[in-house]
């Protein structure tokens, strides 16, 4: 019986990943709680499991009186000294209980609380594994979806990813596989829930330290990143060393790397940045993919006026005011974008308004 047990506990530690004193534990509190049901005792019935040989021994601690009465907690001198010769009135001993006539109820309410116990030690493996990998990105199954959540198989467990948490006319089917970004994993009464989201900005950040191999040691850093998902990211990149360039390390040999990250984010655009402490640098690289023709900036204020050639007006303002929008996320200043012809006209008028012409007479 003892090689039988200690044969289940090895197997179900290897292929539920619990460790084997967790399961001795487990078992040793479920064998006491049916002993306690089937002896009719209290807390002093307690059980001991031998790590090594599996082996199983229960007793009952009673105290060695005169004359007993309370069978359940006293023991005569006379009954002690059969098994403890030396044994004194006053003193407490163990006494064993046989185990091998425990009922068939008492075996099945053992069975029922080893597997509520091994599946709570298992929400703890899952939990204890997967807590620590919170801002990385993990690659799962489509398995179904309810009630506005996709449910992603991600190996030993599910990841829910709600159908907000998807990029605009997204329609994920089960089977599909793709990458999501861990946002947090919660205790629940049902056990961990790891949630998981595509929108989130620090998704396309993790994406780029998985492809850059370059960002992944530390060489080229994310400064930042701003995303409206679907549509378009802006990343502010730098290089700790100057004879690695941080945006064609994430564009990647023929733009490999970016393009890897584009389909994952079905077509989105990626603006890849250097970064710079030069505040007009920066807005005006910020409204990439448009050239800057001239800015003038104010930094008491944080704002930046921007003028652009008259063609490239609506590309720096973007579709809807996408791309302003994401720059001025990106840099944290107020831009103001004129076309070169609207500059012109402003300051024809300013001109005007600083010259008069002498009046007649």
Same mark, same amino acid.
């Given at each position: 019986?003892?090689?039988?047990?200690?044969?289940?506990?090895?197997?179900?530690?290897?292929?539920?990943?619990?460790?084997?004193?967790?399961?001795?534990?487990?078992?040793?509190?479920?064998? &006491?709680?049916?002993?306690?049901?089937?002896?009719?005792?209290?807390?002093?019935?307690?059980?001991?499991?031998?790590?090594?040989?599996?082996?199983?021994?229960?007793?009952?601690?009673?105290?060695?009186?005169?004359?007993?009465?309370?069978?359940?907690?006293?023991?005569?001198?006379?009954?002690?000294?059969?098994?403890?010769?030396?044994?004194?009135?006053?003193?407490? =001993?163990?006494?064993?209980?046989? &185990?091998?006539?425990?009922?068939?109820?008492?075996?099945?309410?053992?069975?029922? =609380?080893?597997?509520? +116990?091994?599946?709570?030690?298992?929400?703890?493996?899952?939990?204890?594994?997967?807590?620590?990998?919170?801002?990385?990105? =993990?690659?799962?199954?489509?398995?179904?979806?309810?009630?506005?959540?996709?449910?992603?198989?991600?190996?030993?467990?599910?990841?829910?990813?709600?159908?907000?948490?998807?990029?605009?006319?997204?329609?994920?089917? +089960?089977?599909?596989?793709?990458?999501?970004?861990?946002?947090?994993?919660?205790?629940?009464?049902?056990?961990?829930?790891?949630?998981?989201?595509?929108?989130?900005?620090?998704?396309?950040?993790?994406?780029?330290?998985?492809?850059?191999?370059?960002?992944?040691?530390?060489?080229?850093?994310?400064?930042?990143?701003?995303?409206?998902?679907?549509?378009?990211?802006?990343?502010?990149?730098?290089?700790?060393?100057?004879?690695?360039?941080?945006?064609?390390?994430?564009?990647?040999?023929?733009?490999?790397?970016?393009?890897?990250? =584009?389909?994952?984010?079905?077509?989105? +655009?990626?603006?890849?940045?250097?970064?710079?402490?030069?505040?007009?640098?920066?807005?005006?690289?910020?409204?990439?993919?448009?050239?800057?023709?001239?800015?003038?900036?104010?930094?008491?204020?944080?704002?930046?006026?921007?003028?652009?050639?008259?063609?490239?007006?609506?590309?720096?303002?973007?579709?809807?005011?996408?791309?302003?929008? &994401?720059?001025?996320?990106?840099?944290?200043?107020?831009?103001?974008? &004129?076309?070169?012809?609207?500059?012109?006209?402003? +300051?024809?008028?300013?001109?005007?308004?600083?010259?008069?012409?002498?009046?007649?007479?």
């Amino acid at each position: 019986m003892s090689k039988e047990l200690c044969y289940v506990i090895d197997q179900i530690s290897r292929e539920k990943g619990i460790p084997r004193d967790v399961l001795i534990e487990t078992l040793r509190s479920a064998l &006491l709680s049916a002993a306690r049901k089937k002896f009719g005792g209290g807390p002093n019935i307690d059980l001991t499991i031998d790590p090594k040989t599996c082996n199983i021994s229960a007793f009952e601690t009673k105290k060695i009186v005169s004359k007993v009465s309370n069978m359940d907690e006293e023991i005569s001198i006379e009954e002690a000294i059969k098994i403890y010769p030396d044994a004194k009135e006053g003193d407490t =001993v163990n006494m064993p209980l046989d &185990l091998h006539d425990f009922s068939r109820i008492a075996a099945q309410t053992a069975k029922q =609380v080893i597997f509520q +116990r091994v599946r709570e030690a298992e929400r703890d493996v899952i939990y204890n594994e997967f807590k620590d990998k919170i801002g990385q990105v =993990v690659s799962g199954t489509i398995m179904r979806k309810e009630k506005g959540i996709y449910f992603l198989n991600i190996g030993k467990t599910e990841a829910v990813l709600p159908f907000k948490e998807t990029l605009p006319n997204e329609n994920l089917k +089960r089977g599909d596989t793709i990458r999501a970004y861990i946002e947090d994993v919660r205790i629940t009464s049902k056990g961990p829930v790891i949630m998981v989201t595509r929108t989130s900005p620090q998704f396309v950040g993790a994406l780029f330290k998985m492809e850059v191999p370059e960002i992944n040691e530390g060489l080229v850093i994310i400064k930042d990143v701003v995303r409206e998902p679907g549509e378009r990211t802006k990343l502010t990149v730098y290089s700790k060393n100057p004879s690695i360039d941080p945006v064609g390390a994430c564009v990647g040999m023929k733009g490999t790397r970016v393009q890897s990250i =584009v389909r994952e984010l079905r077509g989105e +655009r990626i603006d890849i940045i250097p970064w710079t402490d030069d505040p007009r640098e920066l807005v005006a690289r910020a409204l990439s993919p448009a050239v800057v023709d001239r800015i003038g900036i104010n930094e008491e204020t944080k704002t930046a006026m921007v003028v652009v050639g008259d063609q490239q007006l609506s590309l720096a303002i973007g579709k809807r005011g996408q791309n302003v929008r &994401l720059a001025m996320k990106l840099t944290g200043w107020d831009i103001d974008i &004129l076309s070169e012809s609207e500059y012109s006209k402003i +300051r024809l008028e300013e001109a005007n308004r600083t010259f008069s012409p002498p009046s007649d007479g």
